[in-house]
């Protein structure tokens, strides 16, 4: 396995090339959440778990803006692999639209009614008030969150993957360092909390917009025309919408169930909500291989499709399941290391030290299954625009098996927090099985371009 799949030196530095800063953008993203978790959790628990709570909401509207992206990333990479620039644009302007419509009701939401948005993941009334004033602030950077993503969206797939890193990167280092001075208040700032990390939020997504819409004035890069926004391509939107649809749908399946998780350890006290946040961050700073090597694969074999290379397209998405493998392995491994680390190093309270412990060995090995399926389903299938399944999947094994599990076990049954963690975790490993099934159909493997 190793042989074959180290073989050729081409493929290994096109996936190398993409995977850096793909997976580095990946890395640096989720070093915001990180650095919220780790600044707040050095000040109160409370503040840090009722932030973890309240950017729930951006975790939403990442997942439904995922269908925008995600339909950039199949479409647009045939289309790029094709040679074929103009219908690039059509895709870009498509997308904007969607994009803008989506972000501002989010922006409503969070700027009308914060408080009852907290109440659908807290019952303390002091994570409420805190989380509320979080999105009041956060809310305005979810208008700009959907346009920068289709402009960063769109060099990854055109050859500037290496550029999308470097805004994004950008965005996330300006973010934190706003977020020490204004949480702590350093230079004679009053020191703001958990308002803080929302203001550095704010100014850190003012920033990465204007550094995507300068970059795409440059050559060679894809640029966002007046007339983009108003094209109508009748056959083009089916394409889109066939694309896009079944990843909203697997997006939302998927993000609503991940927040019903997050809102039932919200439910079960501020202990096992401030260890299930700091868990979070530390599934999420692993996800980054995988995410990385995930949006690379599907960029490559998607390229090979579109230009009508089938089979090379198919021997890729070989090689790239087989280090889908090696990475869920590697990061458990990872996870066992790291968790004397992470639970000596935060400050918690004795009962949510040991409900950390737990989460971070059940979280080892649940990277197996979400390595494999992040890179397989998200990358692999969604490269020839199999989007389907995913859907499927997550209406079985999450939303009929993991999801009423754990609220069950959670508001019914009154099981222990570990118990109710566990069922958080068991979706990902119970579609294993049906995922290597569907691989081997091969129904990946298309052109898409017309």
Same mark, same amino acid.
């Given at each position: ?11 290994i ?7 850096l800063?793909?997976a580095?953008?990946?890395l ?43 339909s ?67 809310? /305005? ?9 289709? /402009? ?9 993957? *290496? ?13 934190i ?8 208040g ?7 909390g ?17 550094a ?5 004035l ?10 983009d ?10 394409d /889109? ?13 998927w993000?609503v169930?991940?927040?019903?998780y ?28 995988c *995410?990385?090597?995930?949006a ?27 280090l ?85 076990g959670?508001?019914v ?6 118990a ?31």
């Amino acid at each position: 396995m190793t042989i074959d799949l180290f073989s050729d030196n081409d493929f290994i530095k096109r996936l190398w090339n993409l995977t850096l800063p793909l997976a580095f953008q990946a890395l640096m993203l989720a070093l915001v959440a990180a650095c919220d978790a780790v600044m707040l959790g050095r000040v109160e628990q409370d503040a840090m778990a009722a932030v973890s709570l309240a950017t729930q909401i951006q975790f939403i509207q990442n997942m439904v803006l995922s269908a925008v992206t995600g339909s950039i990333g199949i479409l647009g990479s045939q289309y790029w692999g094709k040679g074929d620039k103009a219908t690039l644009h059509k895709i870009f302007g498509m997308s904007i639209r969607i994009a803008v419509v989506i972000s501002l009701c989010f922006f409503i939401s969070c700027s009308f009614f914060p408080r009852q948005l907290m109440m659908i993941f807290a019952s303390d009334e002091n994570l409420i008030s805190i989380g509320a004033g979080y999105l009041r602030i956060a809310g /305005y950077s979810y208008l700009l969150t959907g346009i920068s993503q289709c /402009y960063l969206g769109t060099m990854r797939i055109s050859g500037h993957a *290496d550029r999308c890193a470097l805004i994004s990167s950008g965005a996330v280092i300006i973010n934190i360092i706003l977020n020490g001075i204004f949480i702590f208040g350093f230079f004679g700032l009053p020191a703001m909390g958990a308002i803080g990390a929302a203001f550095a939020t704010l100014i850190a997504r003012v920033i990465e917009l204007g550094a995507a819409v300068i970059s795409s004035l440059q050559k060679d890069f894809i640029r966002l025309n007046f007339k983009d926004l108003f094209v109508r391509d009748h056959l083009l939107a089916l394409d /889109y919408v066939r694309c896009g649809l079944p990843i909203a749908g697997a997006a939302l399946f998927w993000g609503v169930g991940f927040t019903s998780y997050t809102a039932f350890m919200g439910h079960l006290g501020p202990d096992a909500a401030a260890a299930n946040s700091v868990a979070a961050v530390v599934r999420d700073l692993m996800c980054c291989v995988c *995410d990385g090597i995930s949006a690379a694969g599907g960029i490559i074999i998607g390229n090979e499709l579109g230009a009508g290379n089938l089979d090379r397209g198919k021997l890729y998405g070989n090689r790239i399941a087989k280090l889908s493998v090696i990475v869920g392995i590697f990061s458990t491994i990872i996870i066992l290391l790291v968790t004397p680390l992470v639970v000596n190093f935060m400050i918690l309270t004795a009962t949510a030290r040991s409900y950390l412990i737990g989460m971070m060995v059940i979280m080892a090995f649940y990277m197996i299954g979400r390595a494999i399926n992040t890179i397989v389903i998200n990358g692999i299938f969604g490269a020839g625009g199999d989007t389907l399944f995913d859907v499927y999947s997550l209406a079985v094994c999450m939303w009929c098996i993991a999801v009423p599990l754990a609220f069950l076990g959670a508001f019914v049954f009154k099981w222990p927090v570990l118990a109710v963690y566990a069922c958080t975790c068991l979706d990902e490993c119970g579609k294993l099985p049906w995922v290597f099934h569907h691989y081997k159909k091969y129904k990946w493997v298309k052109d898409l371009t017309r």
